[in-house]
């Protein structure tokens, strides 16, 4: 029930607190509608962001993930973007070898006065994933399978 | 630059009131080597009177000529007429939203399937040619003529289509005719309006706008005003008597497309040209050329430290 | 065999300047070597090198950190050093490397699947090297196996069979087997459909028992005891016995080894249940190799993922 | 002696699906370079000829076993109130494990006494481990030749060892002579044809066979008890220890293959509020396995694990266990080693050094 | 842990497309949640009173508000819960306004999408700790860069506090653009006569040091103890020497050097002192127009300055200081107007910008304050101002308003019609832009009292005409005529844009710009004057173009906050920052290496290698965090837990 079936994907966001995560407050400052699936973790730099995260959340059943730090050059803390550019990219060229489709996940800079460019963001790589579709999930342990089908019920 | 092939499409008016374009810029480009190949059975490019009524009808028509391009294996057009080509650039652009193409291609017998360009033969001339190119095979230079280019709206504009010149002060047919030999005068309304699209519902408003051009131009002491434009040109050129009338004025000045000077300039024959389809005579700018000329040649002879002026000025039309 | 009498002999002559000397012995059976630890004469003269020499002793290295020791490298034992040193994990006056130019080594999957019917491994009793071929007894029986159809991938595409890095080189240098890494084993890989490779991931993880051979037998894996793998704060994984968590461990080291693995191989080689875990780290280190043009293990200079350039130009970012 | 049926091979498929009606069915299958235990696909044949990499005991002990759930469920008419639900797993059903090893029989015999109160009246029993136990019947494989790596002899078994086994299979010519050594494997085989006497001859002809091919314990006859005395007295021995480890990896191949290792963890896998208590297996050779709360660990060094697991095996075990060793010398911690460590060298090597100091 | 939820309607701004009150129901369901509600206004005074009354109520130990965005509340709340008597850090808000309401159009989407960012935000409260701030001694010492009006204004009122204050200017004097004006709206008082004065302060305060044709060469450190570089630039001319008698520039054989300080209006010596009134009056050489320089001879200057001030051999000098907090005001350029065909891009030398006409109508300027046209040095009659040059015009990239051109064009017309009692003037216009006290009433006057004529509409050519140009425009009040307007004189109202170099010194400060180079402050409304960097502070046009009045208010604005900073001897450092857990560490030195701040140091625990974190440098990017392959490095806050049950959250479902 949490995602709205059929309707919305589970998308997750890493963004920086210093630029995108401001971004993405600039666009809601601006009233500039974006679709409902993403969810933003707030990170303070995509330094921070460990690429396993993203796996994690592919891995753990998400259909897309977004990465979005300051420009190079405008990193907060002087460096920590380069060090992610480097290690997103990387990781990206991972995905195809796992059998997940790269266009799962994407990263890029929006800095937090681009509200409109975090609509546009938001809005293409909302309409990537739909395009790809909900990603096949990998089996959960038998037992944590189970459970999860005992649980349903009491969810709603 | 060596041998060149392009697709051609001259245009409604190429075939009526702007022959002498069409039929200069075919002499133009066989002197400078570009292999010319017109479009199969082309028709109206969608122009003005189509995309004020409907963009994707007007789209349409101008994918028509691209798809006759194709059945030619032509993918690279050139025209002379801006008007066609903001509209067969606008097309192009319009189709890559992938919606608006199948909606054109509703329309059409035949899909596009490769990509295309259009560019106008002034393009053509000056950026893939090359104004060096140019220069060295000008065999009768117009040393002497004093010319104002006149762009016309459209020809630099708008700048997100054309991509080409500055789209407030051009300087490409300026630097083109240097290149000819003729002395380009600064002409501050080179891409401002003649009044083009009233030409039929307000007639008032052309001669007090083409009126304008022509004052200025004159007012610089212009032996002719070098268009691009046929409308333009249909203008300055055949609407002079009625704004000399309404304006109370008594210009006569010469409208030439650049292209026909071009070809003067190469050396082809005047009658390959279409001189005689112009209203206001040409011949008297060529006099006036010579007579500077000779001025010219008389001040240098007068000063022999000088040393010699080439003045192979050819014959008027 | 003339290379190992005289590796015998450096390795003697070393002897006492280090605390031990790393090399190989013989294993429970003909068809395997094991690490030897060889500190006397006596050790030394149990030292055999050639074909079942897999083991990469330079796994070993960063445990006698301290101590002077000498190992004896193949050419890829030898990347994995190089990457040691210039990680600063290991350091260079206290290792003393001696090199050989390695003729490649066994892959045993490869030698269980050419005796197919005619019997296990372990049932081999005696196994003899003729130039070209191996000559195994087994059941009272010989097979002869031809030698390149049994040896190890990473050899069929060596572009190093001599040490980089050694301080003494036994032998003559000899001609590797290629000049560039065309990754063509993961060609082959990625012929199948991305489905296909999920499904493909899914089916050899849902065998593994989760025991960590792969990341223990890494000479590069330096996090040792502490391995978030097992770790609750931080806890990536659950005890579960799913393949996402057994799988998102493979991708855990894979990324941990990005810019560092050198391709050994050790992780692939050391797994009882045969899952071809290198994939991964084949496919990294051609996203390194093509983003950085960096090499580990060869390439001097930080390792590609703990440094930056202002502008990269072989990173296309997303134009969005 | 029970009745000798025989099951030709080609009927072996045929003969599963039958028994698959009632008990879920487990039979090795080679996946990749391994074979490993897998529930058998329907129509499969099994695996008859390479051994099986991994022990059958993740039949009886899964890798991870789901203890009970749980969940919390906010009572909206009490604030801050909850309501702790716990659901048990459902009982295990009927399994049977065709073409388990002898090995592999007896090694649950390492098993039993731990869970079953340590044979002491008043421990606590664990059920979970009983209930699977009890319901699993084992189709031994005899083995027909002794692997480089086999010491089962030097434990008390053999390659065609009866121990253990509800039903003994031996493989001749084209099919197989089963024979039901338990009411649950009678069960198993009662509608099969009986063999003939040259059959049950063969049979036996292949256990002697494969005897033959055992090599002999050293210094026979076996004597456990100076092996776990042997092995004690290295106790405080690090250099022995030290130099036993030094090619060992510390990974957890061994334990995890070994029909004997019983060890486990216990963790709670939650999301929110709901989650799993599970029962995972453990390793000695692992770090985390000795680390305690106060973050004291007592075995940080490989060497003092391997102590542990070749001491747990040989003595201590032994010790607590009326001398029977937690190892059944199937043999699978040397030859799925990566560094070719052989326990059985180990042992010897201590056996060495008490004769040389005492 | 007691988990308390607070689902904020915010009036309708939340409430009017997320349903609260089953936020609320649905968070009571999540794990240690054992109170939820949701409340009106959760940042106003009685919402944090319900809050801190949870708290004591239902003896909660932790709070989720969901409202705004946390970088607006999330102090405010830390503090309420504070009050409550909770670790400020036991707190986590999620932001239902910016990232739900106010972009969704669903409320059913846009409901549910709030209560998984609730269950988001107590899943990583589940694992937060308490943390508290260490304290570390400040550098009483303030940097302003940039000596324009805010800047002198900064440095003043901080220096005034007692601060020690280091001005660096890039220019050989302070006095910015004001010193270039003449006179100033609306009350038309002569520019100098008002900033003169402040200058020599700045050049007398003893607390004071001034740093001329000096540039901010490199930044680090952190808030109360920046490590800053500036580099002095090499002005041929030993400012210790140099007396600024003028002698040099009296004599000095290169005439034809641009001139900067007057905007080009006429040339100037290759040594100058860029006007009566620098501060600090000394000369420097301009290199490349001087024959010193550039034929290897001359030396007029040297042999005739009484001092020996002349140095030809100078080097730029490198200073280093440390610096508690830092002042940018480093104004702004008038943008580069020749893109614009139209108005002859620079062809016509009778079009001139406003800066260049303040400095022809300027007693001090290049003319003696007679308005000379350049092409003719003729006066001119009809003179044409055109507004919003550069400014309000998306075709070429500068969509915003620069703010002062309405009010220094109208004061323009009225010193043209006081110079040239006999001239008319016409402005093109698009909207008067006149908000400001006594502003409007100022563009009227002209108008009415000085007969400026203003014609509503754009210019779309210049030509000249003779030795006229024509000025073609439209008028839009007049039904869209076109207008033709003969001119002695265009003057153009060109906006400004961020000075140049603004972005490569945020980089150096380590602030954010935006696409126009202006710096972003710290909260549009709430922040105006701090950036995002704690210690940086900006003042004045770097921020966004503003006029004098509100460029000297920002200025006090950023010394108060740069006082208010200082004024402590310690300052308590954020505990948000990394830590290694020395059991796990293996020592293998990753995190030292990719460490921004150097912050990481190798330490020996018996005997082992490990790594620290020195906390009062960390600055809790968590770089080392994401580095560290068995997660023995750990970002307080942000620990990989605390993120991967947020993945959890929104996977695991």
Not at chain 5, 363 to 386: L, Q, W
Request: net charge neutral; charged share 20%.
């Amino acid at each position: 029930m949490s995602v709205l079936e059929g309707k919305e994907l589970r998308i997750v966001g890493f963004l920086c607190n210093w630029c995108s995560y401001g971004g993405a407050d600039t666009a809601g400052v601006g009233r500039f509608s974006q679709p409902t699936d993403l969810r933003i973790v707030r990170v303070p730099c995509s330094g921070r962001i460990n690429p396993l995260f993203i796996m994690k959340a592919l891995l753990s059943g998400a259909d897309g993930v977004l990465v979005s730090g300051c420009h190079p050059r405008d990193c907060h803390y002087a460096e920590g973007n380069y060090y992610a550019r480097r290690r997103l990219e990387v990781l990206k060229g991972l995905l195809p070898t796992l059998g997940i489709d790269p266009r799962r996940f994407e990263y890029t800079w929006v800095s937090a006065s681009e509200g409109q460019r975090w609509q546009h963001v938001v809005d293409t790589f909302t309409q990537q994933v739909h395009t790809l579709g909900p990603a096949k999930r990998l089996p959960d342990a038998p037992e944590l399978a189970a459970l999860a089908a005992r649980l349903e019920p009491l969810r709603n | 630059m060596s041998a060149v092939s392009l697709g051609y499409y001259p245009g409604c008016s190429g075939l009526g009131t702007s022959l002498e374009y069409d039929a200069s810029t075919r002499a133009v480009c066989r002197a400078l080597g570009i292999t010319l190949q017109d479009i199969p059975d082309w028709t109206c490019c969608g122009s003005t009177p189509a995309h004020t009524v409907d963009h994707v009808l007007s789209s349409a028509l101008a994918a028509r000529n691209f798809a006759q391009a194709e059945t030619a294996g032509i993918d690279d057009v050139i025209t002379p007429c801006p008007s066609c080509l903001k509209n067969l650039r606008n097309a192009l652009e319009h189709m890559e939203d992938d919606l608006f193409r199948a909606r054109v291609d509703a329309l059409t017998e035949r899909p596009l399937t490769r990509p295309h360009t259009v560019k106008s033969v002034l393009q053509v001339l000056v950026e893939d040619i090359g104004l060096d190119a140019i220069k060295e095979k000008v065999t009768r230079p117009l040393t002497g003529m004093k010319v104002v280019p006149y762009y016309g709206c459209l020809m630099t504009r708008p700048a997100s289509t054309m991509r080409f010149d500055s789209p407030e002060y051009p300087m490409s047919m300026d630097n083109l005719l240097a290149a000819l030999g003729a002395e380009v005068l600064p002409f501050p309304l080179k891409v401002e309006c003649c009044g083009a699209s009233f030409g039929i519902p307000k007639k008032e408003a052309v001669t007090r706008l083409s009126g304008k051009l022509l004052d200025l131009a004159a007012g610089l002491g212009a032996h002719a005003v070098v268009v691009a434009c046929p409308l333009c040109q249909m203008n300055l050129d055949l609407r002079q008597e009625q704004i000399n009338a309404a304006n109370n004025t008594h210009h006569a000045l010469p409208v030439p497309y650049f292209t026909q000077l071009v070809g003067y300039a190469l050396g082809v024959p005047e009658k390959e040209l279409g001189f005689d389809k112009l209203i206001m005579p040409l011949a008297p700018a060529f006099t006036a050329m010579q007579e500077a000329c000779a001025k010219a040649t008389a001040v240098a002879e007068k000063k022999p430290a000088a040393g010699k002026t080439e003045a192979t000025a050819g014959g008027a039309a | 065999m003339g290379m190992q009498k005289e590796l015998q002999a450096a390795i003697k002559a070393i002897l006492p300047e280090v605390d031990c000397v790393i090399g190989w012995g013989s294993g429970p059976d003909p068809l395997h070597g094991a690490p030897l630890f060889m500190r006397s004469e006596d050790d030394a003269n149990r030292f055999a090198s050639g074909f079942f020499a897999v083991n990469n002793p330079a796994l070993f290295l960063p445990e006698y950190k301290g101590k002077k020791v000498a190992v004896v490298v193949k050419g890829c034992d030898a990347r994995s050093v190089g990457q040691l040193l210039s990680e600063g994990l290991i350091k260079r006056e206290e290792v003393s490397l001696i090199g050989f130019p390695c003729q490649g080594v066994v892959d045993h999957d490869k030698v269980a699947a050419a005796l197919g019917e005619k019997g296990e491994m372990g049932e081999v009793t005696a196994v003899l090297e003729e130039g070209d071929a191996l000559v195994l007894t087994l059941r009272g029986e010989t097979v002869r196996l031809n030698k390149a159809d049994v040896t190890a991938e990473k050899c069929m595409r060596c572009q190093y069979p001599n040490a980089h890095i050694a301080d003494t080189f036994v032998g003559e240098k000899r001609e590797p087997v290629a000049t560039a890494d065309d990754f063509a084993d993961l060609a082959v890989f990625e012929a199948m459909s991305l489905e296909e490779r999920q499904a493909f991931w899914e089916k050899e993880m849902s065998r593994c028992i989760r025991c960590y051979a792969c990341r223990n037998a890494c000479p590069l894996c330096v996090c040792r005891d502490h391995c978030v793998a097992t770790s609750r704060d931080p806890s990536w994984l659950t005890q579960a016995d799913s393949v996402k968590d057994k799988l998102f461990f493979q991708v855990i080291h894979a990324t941990h080894l990005a810019g560092r693995c050198t391709g050994c191989g050790e992780c692939q080689r050391a797994c009882p249940v045969g899952i071809p875990v290198l994939l991964l780290k084949r496919s990294l280190a051609r996203s390194v190799e093509k983003l950085f043009a960096y090499r580990a293990g060869i390439d001097e200079g930080t390792p590609p993922l703990l440094t930056f350039t202002l502008e990269e130009p072989t990173i296309k970012e997303r134009s969005w | 002696m029970a009745t000798l049926r025989y099951l030709p091979l080609a009927q072996v498929p045929q003969w599963l699906d039958g028994l698959a009606k009632s008990y879920t069915v487990f039979a090795p299958a080679r996946e990749g370079s391994a074979v490993v235990y897998r529930p058998r696909a329907e129509g499969s044949m099994p695996e008859l000829t390479a051994r099986p990499t991994e022990s059958a005991k993740h039949v009886v002990f899964p890798r991870a076993h789901e203890l009970f759930s749980f969940t919390y469920k906010a009572d909206p008419a009490v604030v801050g109130k909850r309501d702790l639900t716990l659901t048990q797993p459902q009982d295990p059903t009927p399994t049977v494990v065709f073409g388990a090893l002898s090995c592999d029989a007896r090694g649950f015999f390492a098993f039993d006494p731990v869970y079953d109160g340590c044979g002491t009246k008043g421990l606590a029993k664990d059920v979970y481990y009983l209930k699977r136990r009890q319901n699993t019947a084992l189709v031994v494989l005899a083995c027909r030749t002794a692997l480089a790596t086999c010491f089962c002899n030097w434990t008390g078994g053999s390659p065609a060892s009866r121990e253990g086994a509800d039903v003994l299979a031996t493989l001749v010519n084209d099919g197989l002579v089963m024979e039901a050594l338990t009411p649950k494997g009678e069960e198993l085989v009662s509608g099969l044809a009986e063999a003939g006497a040259e059959q049950g001859a063969a049979a036996e002809a292949s256990h002697t066979a494969a005897e033959a091919t055992m090599a002999p314990v050293p210094g026979a006859p076996l004597d456990p008890k100076a092996i776990a005395d042997a092995v004690l007295a290295r106790f405080d021995d690090a250099t022995f220890w030290q130099a036993e480890s030094a090619g060992c990896l510390a990974c957890g191949a061994c334990t995890y293959l070994c029909p004997t290792c019983y060890c486990f963890n216990i963790t709670d896998e939650s999301n929110g509020i709901s989650g799993v208590r599970l029962r995972s297996w453990d390793t000695c050779m692992a770090s985390l396995f000795t680390l305690e709360a106060s973050g004291h660990n007592p075995r940080t060094a490989k060497a003092n694990r391997l102590k542990n697991r070749v001491g747990h095996k040989f003595s201590y075990y032994p010790s607590l266990h009326g001398g029977r060793f937690s190892c059944c010398g199937c043999g699978r911690c040397i030859k799925s080693c990566p560094s070719s460590v052989d326990i059985r060298r180990i042992v010897q090597n201590a056996l060495a050094a008490a004769n040389v100091k005492e | 842990m007691r988990i308390g939820v607070f689902i904020c309607h915010c009036g309708s701004n939340i409430g009017g497309t997320v349903d609260c009150k089953s936020v609320a129901e649905e968070s009571y369901a999540f794990p240690d949640v054992v109170f939820s509600t949701d409340t009106m206004y959760a940042c106003s005074e009685p919402g944090q009173q319900g809050i801190i009354d949870a708290i004591k109520e239902h003896n909660l130990s932790g709070v989720v508000v969901a409202s705004c965005t946390p970088r607006m509340h999330e102090p405010t709340f830390r503090r309420a819960v504070e009050r409550a008597g909770l670790n400020r850090y036991m707190f986590e808000m999620a932001n239902i306004r910016e990232h739900v309401s106010w972009i969704g159009k669903n409320k059913d989407a846009n409901t549910n999408k709030a209560a998984e960012l609730v269950r988001m935000a107590v899943s990583k409260l589940r694992l937060n700790r308490d943390l508290h701030s260490k304290s570390f001694p400040v550098t009483k010492r303030v940097l302003v860069i940039g000596g324009g009006v805010a800047g002198i204004q900064a440095a003043l009122d901080c220096a005034d506090a007692g601060l020690d204050v280091v001005l660096v200017e890039r220019e050989p004097s302070i006095g910015g653009k004001m010193s270039k004006l003449d006179k100033t709206f609306p009350t038309v008082d002569c520019s100098s006569c008002i900033l003169g004065p402040r200058m020599v302060d700045v050049a007398q305060h003893p607390n004071i040091t001034l740093y001329a044709a000096a540039e901010v060469e490199s930044v680090s450190g952190y808030v109360g103890n920046f490590e800053v570089t500036v580099r002095k630039k090499a002005t041929y001319v030993d400012w210790d020497k140099c007396t600024g008698c003028g002698l040099c520039t009296e004599k000095c054989p290169s005439k034809k050097s641009f001139d900067r300080f007057n905007e080009g209006v006429g040339p100037t010596t290759a040594i100058i002192i860029p006007f009566p009134q620098a501060i600090p009056k000394k000369a420097s050489i301009t290199r490349d127009a001087c024959r010193q320089f550039t034929k290897g001879k001359c030396g007029v200057c040297a042999k005739i300055c009484p001092t020996g001030a002349i140095n030809y051999e100078q080097q730029d000098e490198l200073v280093s200081m440390k610096v508690g907090g830092i002042v940018a005001a480093t104004g702004y350029d008038l943008m580069d107007w020749t893109v614009y065909e139209e108005y002859g891009a620079g062809r016509y030398p009778d079009v001139i910008t406003s800066l260049q006409y303040e400095r022809l109508l300027s007693a001090s300027g290049p003319t003696g304050g007679h308005v000379k046209r350049p092409s003719d040095g003729k006066e001119p009659k009809n003179v044409v101002f055109i507004q919003c040059v550069g400014s309000r015009d998306v075709s070429i990239g500068r969509p915003y308003c620069s703010g002062f051109c309405c009010m220094y064009t109208a004061k323009q017309a009225i010193l043209t019609k006081d110079h040239i009692p006999d001239s008319q003037s016409f402005v093109f216009y698009m909207d008067i832009r006149s908000p400001g006290k006594g502003y409007d009433e100022f563009t009227r006057r002209v108008q009415e009292e000085y007969g400026a004529q203003y014609i509503r509409g754009r210019v779309s050519l210049i030509y000249p005409k003779g030795d006229k140009l024509i000025v073609r425009g439209v008028d839009t009040l007049m039904g869209g005529q076109q207008v033709d307007v003969e001119a002695d004189l265009v003057v153009l109202a060109v906006g400004g844009e961020a000075t140049q170099g603004s972005p490569q010194l945020a980089e150096k400060l380590r602030i954010s710009y935006d696409s126009y180079g202006f710096f972003m402050e710290g909260h549009p409304k709430l922040k105006p004057v701090e950036t995002n960097t704690a210690g940086v502070f900006l003042a004045g046009s770097c921020q966004g173009l503003k006029d004098i009045p509100s460029s000297v208010a920002q200025g006090s604005a950023a010394a108060a906050k740069a006082i208010g900073l200082l004024s402590k001897d310690m300052l308590a450092s954020d505990p948000q920052i990394a830590q290694v857990d020395m059991k796990r560490c293996v020592g293998c030195g990753k995190c030292i290496q990719v460490c921004p701040f150097k912050a990481i140091k190798e330490v020996d625990v018996r005997g082992q290698i490990k790594a620290e974190v020195i906390e009062t440098v960390c600055q809790g990017c968590g770089l080392c965090n994401a580095t560290c392959p068995q997660g023995a490095v750990q970002l307080s806050h942000f620990t990989d837990n605390q993120i991967l049950a947020e993945v959890e959250a929104l996977c695991r479902f």
